[in-house]
């Protein structure tokens, strides 16, 4: 069983940074193609950035490219979310996410983390 735990959310003013962690535990995270996802109030689950479990390739939404930089490190089997420029409407809760098949914005994921808070205050 895999269980992924996400860690680092909290309150920053618009214009700062925060970084997230994804904790995964169960197997090693090289064996999984990774990502997060965001859901704010009132509003469906997207996507925000995903990275290969083999070449290390990285996918982001639109909305945060050029702001923010997934990253992992196996030997922590951890992925990381890296946002700068934050900004109010980033506000929501993010989901570490795994799957054992592909990579990438579509297709499913597997296992799920509980989520984190972040807010952006303006």
């Known amino acids: 069983q895999v269980r992924l735990v996400e860690s680092g959310g909290g309150l920053v003013q618009a214009g700062g940074s925060l970084s997230l962690s994804c904790a995964v535990s169960?197997?090693?995270?090289?064996?999984?193609?990774m990502g997060w996802f965001r859901q704010a109030p009132g509003k469906e689950r997207e996507f925000v950035a995903a990275i290969s479990w083999t070449t290390d390739n990285t996918d982001y939404a639109d909305s945060v490219k050029g702001r923010v930089i997934i990253t992992r490190d196996y030997a922590k089997n951890t992925v990381y979310l890296h946002m700068n420029s934050l900004k109010p409407e980033d506000t929501a809760v993010y989901y570490c996410a795994a799957r054992e098949a592909g990579w990438g914005r579509g297709g499913m994921y597997d296992y799920w983390g509980q989520g984190t808070q972040v807010t952006v205050s303006s």
């Open positions: 169960g197997n090693t995270v090289r064996r999984y193609g």
